[in-house]
């Protein structure tokens, strides 16, 4: 996926803080309950932050491919 449409994807799910995807982001997203996306947040965010920046949501994209 190119970057751009990389980073309208994360656009997208980022809704409450303006540079990061955060837990009710993903609750919002995808359903389920905020113990399913802390699941979540622990495997993509790489710097224990609490938050999903673009390097890291751009980093889990591409072990997509």
């Not at 540079?19 to 965010?45: L, T």
Request: aromatic share 6%.
């Amino acid at each position: 996926m190119k970057e751009d449409n990389l980073r309208s994807v994360f656009e997208h799910f980022k809704k409450s803080d303006p540079h990061h995807i955060v837990v009710s982001d993903i609750v919002d997203a995808v359903g389920g309950s905020e113990a399913q996306a802390m699941e979540i947040m622990k495997m993509v965010d790489n710097n224990s932050d609490g938050r999903i920046d673009f390097s890291e949501f751009k980093k889990m994209m591409d072990h997509q491919d």
